[in-house]
């Protein structure tokens, strides 16, 4: 007993004693690394990020209800966040990412504006809207996914009849880890627009390219890939059979120019699983968020199902295992994460 006694006493003074010279290091802005280190490097990746789908029919009537309460023009943006509920009130759907679904009613206009932080939307419902970009103004379909880089000048419209939707994702989080954000908004309220709705996709992504173009550009020049000019893409690489056992028949958006992403910090994709598809399990470094564009299915993700249909919207974290399931016909997937930014750090990594 008196052993014991002694042995909880000398154990007990020492750790007053380690914490009496933390609290002295402390005074000086100093810690031990040793109290942290193993959070700080762990043998796998952490994440507060959780798997979530937010269901389009759901999204639809908030969204709807958001046009009674507030303005296109005094919200700036009428965007409803997809809030990871792991990361509560960050505004942010992984850790590095923004997500969002913008609503626009006919009649309405967002301002011009532009910031550092780069964005995307996939379009997910409503016809009549357009994304003006850098002088070009682009109507926006369903399924079609338009960029808007690190400052380019960015507007939005509906003249026509419909109420639009489209998914927004930026990459606000990663530049304010950077903290690098700078933002202005111009006097006028829309750009002028002197090139046509698929000039860019025209001139940059048919196979020529204007004389003397630099070849070292980081982001895509086109703003608009249109889904009308995606989708038969995937159809052609299913007849061939060119369908990966995990990603689906899938094609990557790229930059033209070089071959390199969309995005130096945002990677897209857009994949066909033909009907009856059950994937092999995937994992990879880059939390992905995927938009349903045509069909229906479930994503087991982590041992998870979650079950989709057109237009929901779900996130699988980073480095959590998951594979894709097909019923009775076929389904075609977008995604995007900040993989480019991970590969050009040489952090990325995959595995199943
Ligand atoms: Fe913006």
Redesign the pocket.
């Known amino acids: 007993m008196a052993v014991a006694a002694q042995t909880a006493d000398s154990k007990h003074n020492i750790q007053a004693a380690r914490q009496a010279y933390y609290d002295k290091a402390g005074k000086y802005n100093m810690a031990p690394l040793w109290e942290a280190l193993k959070d700080l490097v762990t043998p796998e990746p952490k994440t507060q990020c959780q798997p979530a789908i937010w269901k389009f029919h759901d999204v639809r009537k908030l969204m709807l209800e958001a046009g009674d309460v507030i303005t296109a023009e005094e919200a700036e943006?009428r965007v409803l966040v997809l809030e990871n509920p792991g990361e509560k009130g960050k505004s942010r759907i992984t850790n590095s990412l923004f997500a969002g679904i913008q609503l626009i009613l006919p009649g309405e206009i967002a301002d011009v504006?532009?910031?550092v932080a780069s964005?995307i939307r996939f379009v997910l419902e409503g016809d009549g809207a357009y994304t003006a970009v850098e002088g070009e103004k682009s109507m926006m379909g369903h399924g079609d996914f338009i960029i808007?880089a690190n400052w380019a000048p960015?507007d939005h419209g509906n003249p026509g009849k419909q109420p639009v939707m489209w998914l927004d994702v930026l990459d606000m989080p990663t530049i304010n880890h950077f903290e690098t954000s700078f933002a202005e908004h111009f006097d006028e309220k829309m750009q002028k627009t002197d090139h046509e709705d698929g000039d860019s996709f025209e001139r940059f992504a048919t196979g020529v390219l204007p004389d003397g173009l630099p070849a070292t550009k980081n982001r895509s020049p086109v703003i608009n890939y249109p889904y009308a000019r995606m989708r038969p893409i995937l159809e052609r690489l299913k007849k061939t059979g060119d369908v990966d056992p995990r990603h689906g028949a899938r094609v990557r958006y790229a930059n033209p120019i070089n071959g390199g992403p969309v995005l130096p910090t945002m990677g897209a994709n857009l994949a066909l699983f033909p009907k009856g598809f059950k994937g092999d399990s995937y994992r990879s470094t880059d939390g992905t968020i995927f938009a349903v564009a045509e069909g229906k299915g479930r994503t087991v993700i982590d041992g998870k199902p979650f079950d989709w249909a057109v237009n929901d919207v779900y996130v699988v974290p980073p480095w959590k295992s998951y594979h894709h399931e097909i019923g009775g016909e076929d389904a075609v997937l977008f995604s995007i994460s900040d993989r480019p930014a991970q590969e050009a750090l040489g952090i990325w990594r995959e595995g199943k």
């Open positions: 943006r504006h532009r910031h964005a808007t960015h």
